[in-house]
């Protein structure tokens, strides 16, 4: 039974794994024949209309995982321009008004300085009305004279049942240890996930394909192996051992139910990041739930599972 | 069989109608048309009364009949590279004249496209029709050396290609999926090898190809762009010869001769990559040992004449792909390729009605396998055919040329599937969903000379498509999740589609040199290429007419200009169509591939139009042959769904696109020829804007297809020799260059990014231009015994 869900998964991951083995081959297939050559090129296409970009979250927690109401307002730019960390205040939204309802209550979002590695970040931040599970949370901005509204619900959670490590998942690399969970899936259909790992002391990141539906599993208890969350902008993620922790880490694993707009904004973000640079994709919009702007407006129900690697 | 029975109803009723308006006395001049040294079939070879404009062409199987006032003839056979031959007939009784046309090997050939009779293309109720003999096409330029007669055919008006170096072709706007490729009769649904670099047809196998890009004949149906039809050889039925070529990348072998001399002859004929066998010197070092690539093709042929009456064909084709990767702890084979088989039978009931019978077979499957550790995966997809048709050829009076028949597919489409095993445990999902078709369709056309200035060729095709169980229906709710199924049982009815397709051409003749020529084209097709790349792959896939999809269909208009010069020896034409397309499909926005869904509820719908003006000059005659043709074209689609319901340019809006093909026979054994192409550049969809998302860079794009690759031009060249004819063996050389002025054409662009997000002080994104084939030199050395 064990191996038949662990098949699932990796079935799941088959077809990404078409996609991806596919244009690898045709890629391959041209560099091996075709002495190809490239040249750099301009292309003029003009600036996009000015939108305003949400990245703002909502989470239910309490004590060390109680998170304040967080809004990140920025704006879009011509694709080719260059983007210069001097100027990151340019694009940073500031005077803007920000409000949340959660259909009863309404707070107003103020606008804080973050120091985010260094750097100085503006984000807007609420405090005072607590996130609860099952509720609707609308956001309303007004910055720039443009108005944008999002809403989105925080999904009842759903806890793991367990998480455990496998061993020697790859013999040349005995030092690396495979993450496993097992979960009992509703027999509703119309379950999202999405996840994120956190090792020691660093943050949580998302896993590379950090959603999933219960599409193909709905209603059963089924394990499933998970990767490591990364920074996808980490140019040091190595092939061999991707996906996998190490011998004496402490892995904690957020584990969040996102509502279906959250979701298909994962969805088709972590697909159009994954085929950047592909030529044979075709280009794929993200889907944003943000009304007259891009980006997301989410609500997060985690639950958390630790466990310590020995050595 | 009660389409059978209301064609042969029908025919019996038209016949009747033709002895009565046809009673005066009359005779049947008939017989075949073939080859005097390797007895080959000759098709659309010419036979025509001297002197005057009537006359007939031989059919696919050398036939032809005509019916004249008894009297004393004579008669004109002729045929593109053969000696005319001119025979007096005395005709006072239905009469059968077997014809056997010497090569004119040693004389000056003409070129490339065939004109049967030299003012055929002018006096001809034929438009937006090109035939194609492979002989003529060896000595053009050819990449790697590889023959390839859909690299020529993408060189005609009207007709363009995909991406560079592919041999998949658009006509008049329309997709990938719209042109029915046959190949002795049997549909090919993939006809590229090596991601469409090369095309499955060997050169060295096929006698004849002929192109319909308009005024599709009533026996064609199924698509709605074009028809190419292409015939494999005979082979000899005198003696045992074999051919071959030597290439950079490909070697092929044929074989022919007579089973039964005069009366039963065999093909069969090979081809085989050799790059993974030049690359494994440099893989068996690598970490990559066991990986390598090659393709194969195999076509075989027989017939057998039993009597003049009688005769039957079986061919085949079958040809693959396969791409094997292997490295430390993942093995994985991917092969995929066409399998057609095609047994006919030719019937002659009389000296005017001429019958065919075809059972046809076709596959094409798709599959990648792979394992890790103790997991297997398994991922296929593909299409299977089978096919009958019956088909009938009837000339009742001069003027007339009918024909009729029925048609009968029995489709089985395979969308992607998975399976896969772990260990010794089988995992198969439940929701493999294939799905079923029953097409079929009853044609009747007639071309009628109604005066020495018109004819129409007239035809209606009824089509039907009728998709059926076992199939599982899943319906969904409001959120759109599925809540519901229906579930069919095995051949029980889901939808049926079903029209009538009037098809239409008009000839008026100004003078002898010069005519006008009008078209008009309705046709239904009901299945559907669904590709979610950029350009056409082997993963690409058919999917059936079903209740969600309607069938795709097109309506052509067309007229044309037709006028020849000095003496027929330098054709001319200028013809201007407009075409509408409905039912057209593509993936809804935000589409991502996920597992064993019902791709159908991944689509969205809109409309296409096209219209546009071809300019052809052709010379066929002479030591300098060639044509030039420029085709100005706008070609739009419009979807509700998408671009926010702005009609965009469709991918292969090419405005202009012009082509020259030129050779100049030295002398008789040395002949140099080129070809020109240039086109504007295809169109994409531009980023347009940026911004950031958890540190990523996320691309927000510009309007579908909103933008432009540079235009695309290359010239090729080639010198071919023609070694001397010794006892056993000739031999000849072909030297090709592509590309010879190195341009470097676009052939895809991808974005560079520089930089971290807060983290590099800096992030900047360069748009960089990938070209595919630089020049490119290569030599065959061919051999025939």
């Known amino acids: 039974m064990k191996k038949y869900q662990v098949s699932i998964i990796k079935y799941n991951e088959g077809i990404k794994f078409r996609q991806y083995s596919f244009y690898c081959l045709l890629i391959t297939v041209y560099c091996l024949l075709f002495s190809s050559c490239e040249k750099n090129i301009t292309i003029d296409v003009p600036k996009p209309p000015d939108k305003l970009v949400v990245e703002g979250f909502v989470e239910t927690g309490t004590g060390d995982f109680s998170k304040p109401y967080i809004v990140l307002l920025t704006k879009n730019s011509a694709y080719y321009s260059t983007f210069n960390l001097n100027d990151i205040n340019t694009y940073f939204v500031h005077n803007a008004v920000v409000k949340i309802s959660d259909g009863t209550d309404t707070i107003t979002l103020i606008e804080l300085p973050f120091d985010t590695a260094g750097i100085q970040i503006s984000a807007y931040v609420g405090f005072g009305m607590i996130a609860q599970e099952g509720k609707t949370y609308s956001l309303h901005i007004e910055a720039d004279g443009k108005t944008v509204d999002a809403v989105t619900s925080i999904i009842p959670s759903i806890p793991l049942d367990s998480i455990w490590v496998t061993y020697n998942e790859k013999p040349d690399f005995p030092d690396k240890v495979r993450l496993n969970c097992q979960l009992t899936d509703p027999p509703e259909l119309g379950q999202y996930v999405r996840y994120f790992t956190k090792v020691d002391t660093e943050s949580f990141l998302p896993g590379l394909s950090s959603v999933f539906d219960d599409a193909l599993i709905n209603g059963t208890t089924f394990t499933f192996p998970l990767d490591r969350g990364y920074n996808r902008n980490d140019t040091s993620i190595d092939f061999d051992t991707y996906g996998l922790f190490n011998k004496g880490d402490t892995i904690t694993l957020k584990w969040c139910n996102i509502d279906k707009s959250h979701f298909d904004f994962w969805r088709t973000l972590e697909f159009s990041l994954g085929s950047q640079g592909n030529p044979f994709s075709s280009p794929l919009e993200v889907k944003s739930n943000i009304v007259g702007g891009l980006g997301i407006w989410g609500g997060y129900s985690p639950s958390y599972k630790t466990i310590i690697v020995p050595q | 069989m009660k389409k059978i029975f209301l064609l042969l109803s029908l025919f019996s009723i038209y016949h009747s109608l033709f002895t009565t308006v046809t009673a005066q006395n009359k005779f049947t001049l008939s017989g075949y048309v073939k080859d005097s040294v390797s007895g080959e079939s000759l098709i659309a070879a010419s036979v025509?009364?001297?002197?005057?404009?009537?006359?007939?062409?031989?059919?696919?199987?050398?036939?032809?009949?005509?019916?004249?006032?008894?009297?004393?003839?004579?008669?004109?056979?002729?045929?593109?590279?053969?000696?005319?031959?001119?025979?007096?007939?005395?005709?006072?009784?239905?009469?059968?004249?077997?014809?056997?046309?010497?090569?004119?090997?040693?004389?000056?050939?003409?070129?490339?496209?065939?004109?049967?009779?030299?003012?055929?293309?002018?006096?001809?109720?034929?438009?937006?029709?090109?035939?194609?003999?492979?002989?003529?096409?060896?000595?053009?330029?050819?990449?790697?050396?590889?023959?390839?007669?859909?690299?020529?055919?993408?060189?005609?008006?009207?007709?363009?290609?995909?991406?560079?170096?592919?041999?998949?072709?658009?006509?008049?706007?329309?997709?990938?999926?719209?042109?029915?490729?046959?190949?002795?009769?049997?549909?090919?649904?993939?006809?590229?090898?090596?991601?469409?670099?090369?095309?499955?047809?060997?050169?060295?196998?096929?006698?004849?190809?002929?192109?319909?890009?308009?005024?599709?004949?009533?026996?064609?149906?199924?698509?709605?762009?074009?028809?190419?039809?292409?015939?494999?050889?005979?082979?000899?039925?005198?003696?045992?010869?074999?051919?071959?070529?030597?290439?950079?990348?490909?070697?092929?072998?044929?074989?022919?001769?007579?089973?039964?001399?005069?009366?039963?002859?065999?093909?069969?004929?090979?081809?085989?990559?050799?790059?993974?066998?030049?690359?494994?010197?440099?893989?068996?070092?690598?970490?990559?040992?066991?990986?390598?690539?090659?393709?194969?093709?195999?076509?075989?042929?027989?017939?057998?004449?039993?009597?003049?009456?009688?005769?039957?064909?079986?061919?085949?084709?079958?040809?693959?792909?396969?791409?094997?990767?292997?490295?430390?702890?993942?093995?994985?084979?991917?092969?995929w390729g066409n399998a057609t088989g095609t047994l006919r039978w030719n019937h002659l009931f009389n000296s005017k009605l001429f019958m065919n019978v075809d059972a046809i077979y076709n596959d094409y499957h798709f599959e990648l396998d792979a394992s890790q550790s103790n997991f297997d995966i398994r991922l296929y997809s593909g299409i299977k055919d089978r096919n009958a048709k019956i088909d009938f050829s009837y000339y009742p009076h001069i003027r007339h040329e009918i024909k009729f028949g029925v048609n009968y597919t029995?489709?089985?489409?395979?969308?992607?599937?998975?399976?896969?095993?772990?260990?010794?445990?089988?995992?198969?999902?439940?929701?493999?969903?294939?799905?079923?078709?029953?097409?079929?369709?009853?044609?009747?056309?007639?071309?009628?000379?109604?005066?020495?200035?018109?004819?129409?060729?007239?035809?209606?095709?009824?089509?039907?498509?009728?998709?059926?169980?076992?199939?599982?229906?899943?319906?969904?709710?409001?959120?759109?999740?599925?809540?519901?199924?229906?579930?069919?049982?095995?051949?029980?009815?889901?939808?049926?589609?079903?029209?009538?397709?009037?098809?239409?051409?008009?000839?008026?003749?100004?003078?002898?040199?010069?005519?006008?020529?009008?078209?008009?084209?309705?046709?239904?097709?009901?299945?559907?290429?669904?590709?979610?790349?950029?350009?056409?792959?082997?993963?690409?896939?058919?999917?059936?007419?079903?209740?969600?999809?309607?069938?795709?269909?097109?309506?052509?208009?067309?007229?044309?200009?037709?006028?020849?010069?000095?003496?027929?020896?330098?054709?001319?034409?200028?013809?201007?169509?407009?075409?509408?397309?409905?039912?057209?499909?593509?993936?809804?926005?935000?589409?991502?591939?996920?597992?064993?869904?019902?791709?159908?509820?991944?689509?969205?719908?809109?409309?296409?139009?096209?219209?546009?003006?071809?300019?052809?000059?052709?010379?066929?005659?002479?030591?300098?042959?060639?044509?030039?043709?420029?085709?100005?074209?706008?070609?739009?689609?419009?979807?509700?769904?998408?671009?926010?319901?702005?009609?965009?340019?469709?991918?292969?809006?090419?405005?202009?696109?012009?082509?020259?093909?030129?050779?100049?026979?030295?002398n008789d054994r040395w002949t140099l020829a080129?070809?020109?192409?240039?086109?504007?550049?295809?169109?994409?969809?531009?980023?347009?804007?940026?911004?950031?998302?958890?540190?990523?860079?996320?691309?927000?794009?510009?309007?579908?297809?909103?933008?432009?690759?540079?235009?695309?031009?290359?010239?090729?060249?080639?010198?071919?020799?023609?070694?001397?004819?010794?006892?056993?063996?000739?031999?000849?050389?072909?030297?090709?260059?592509?590309?010879?002025?190195?341009?470097?054409?676009?052939?895809?662009?991808?974005?560079?990014?520089?930089?971290?997000?807060?983290?590099?002080p800096t992030i900047t994104i360069q748009a960089k231009q990938v070209s595919l084939f630089p020049i490119i030199p290569s030599v065959t050395w061919n051999f025939k015994f």
């Not at chain 2, 006072?92 to 496209?113: F, G, H, M, Q, Y």
């Not at chain 2, 082979?235 to 092929?252: D, L, P």
């Not at chain 2, 000095?566 to 926005?589: G, P, W």
């Not at chain 2, 050389?733 to 983290?759: A, C, E, M, T």
């Open chain 2, 48 to 335: 025509f009364v001297k002197a005057t404009s009537q006359g007939a062409y031989t059919n696919e199987y050398g036939f032809y009949s005509m019916s004249l006032a008894p009297g004393n003839y004579e008669i004109v056979f002729s045929y593109v590279g053969y000696k005319t031959v001119t025979q007096s007939i005395k005709l006072n009784a239905d009469t059968r004249v077997n014809i056997n046309l010497p090569s004119s090997a040693n004389t000056l050939k003409e070129i490339v496209v065939e004109t049967e009779k030299k003012d055929a293309n002018v006096q001809n109720a034929d438009v937006g029709k090109y035939e194609l003999s492979v002989d003529k096409i060896k000595t053009l330029p050819a990449i790697f050396g590889e023959v390839d007669i859909m690299k020529i055919i993408q060189l005609l008006p009207g007709v363009q290609s995909g991406t560079e170096g592919t041999s998949g072709f658009y006509v008049r706007g329309g997709g990938p999926d719209q042109n029915l490729v046959l190949l002795d009769e049997a549909v090919v649904y993939n006809t590229g090898h090596l991601f469409g670099f090369f095309s499955i047809f060997n050169a060295d196998a096929i006698l004849n190809t002929t192109l319909y890009k308009g005024g599709m004949p009533a026996e064609y149906g199924g698509r709605i762009s074009s028809v190419l039809d292409v015939n494999m050889k005979e082979g000899n039925n005198k003696s045992y010869h074999a051919s071959g070529g030597i290439g950079v990348i490909a070697s092929r072998l044929t074989l022919e001769g007579p089973i039964v001399k005069n009366k039963s002859s065999f093909m069969i004929s090979g081809r085989r990559t050799y790059i993974d066998v030049l690359l494994k010197p440099f893989i068996t070092k690598s970490k990559f040992n066991g990986s390598g690539y090659y393709f194969y093709d195999l076509n075989a042929k027989a017939n057998y004449t039993f009597s003049d009456k009688d005769r039957i064909f079986a061919s085949g084709y079958f040809g693959r792909d396969v791409f094997s990767f292997k490295n430390a702890d993942l093995k994985m084979t991917i092969p």
């Open chain 2, 410 to 666: 029995y489709h089985i489409f395979l969308p992607s599937s998975v399976t896969a095993k772990s260990g010794d445990v089988q995992f198969d999902p439940a929701r493999i969903e294939k799905k079923f078709g029953h097409e079929s369709g009853i044609y009747f056309q007639d071309k009628y000379t109604l005066s020495e200035k018109i004819e129409i060729n007239a035809g209606v095709r009824v089509s039907m498509f009728e998709q059926v169980g076992p199939y599982k229906k899943i319906l969904y709710g409001f959120t759109g999740l599925p809540n519901d199924s229906i579930v069919y049982g095995p051949g029980q009815h889901i939808k049926t589609y079903y029209g009538c397709e009037p098809r239409l051409i008009l000839k008026i003749s100004v003078n002898k040199h010069s005519s006008i020529k009008a078209s008009y084209n309705f046709n239904k097709q009901y299945i559907h290429l669904v590709s979610n790349n950029g350009t056409t792959l082997p993963t690409d896939i058919w999917v059936p007419s079903s209740i969600r999809v309607k069938p795709q269909m097109g309506n052509q208009y067309s007229i044309g200009y037709f006028r020849n010069f000095f003496n027929d020896k330098l054709e001319t034409s200028v013809e201007l169509y407009y075409k509408t397309l409905k039912n057209q499909i593509e993936f809804k926005e935000g589409y991502t591939p996920s597992p064993n869904e019902d791709l159908e509820e991944s689509f969205v719908f809109g409309t296409g139009d096209s219209k546009g003006i071809e300019f052809y000059i052709n010379k066929t005659i002479g030591r300098f042959t060639g044509w030039i043709s420029y085709t100005l074209a706008y070609t739009n689609r419009h979807f509700p769904d998408l671009n926010t319901g702005v009609t965009f340019p469709y991918r292969y809006d090419r405005r202009h696109v012009l082509s020259v093909v030129a050779s100049y026979k030295l």
């Open chain 2, 674 to 760: 080129g070809t020109f192409v240039y086109q504007t550049g295809i169109a994409f969809t531009p980023p347009e804007g940026k911004y950031f998302i958890e540190g990523n860079v996320v691309t927000e794009y510009g309007s579908t297809n909103g933008f432009r690759l540079k235009a695309y031009n290359r010239a090729d060249i080639s010198l071919s020799f023609e070694g001397r004819k010794r006892k056993f063996i000739q031999d000849g050389w072909n030297f090709s260059i592509y590309n010879f002025y190195n341009r470097h054409n676009p052939y895809f662009i991808y974005d560079k990014y520089d930089g971290q997000f807060l983290v590099d």
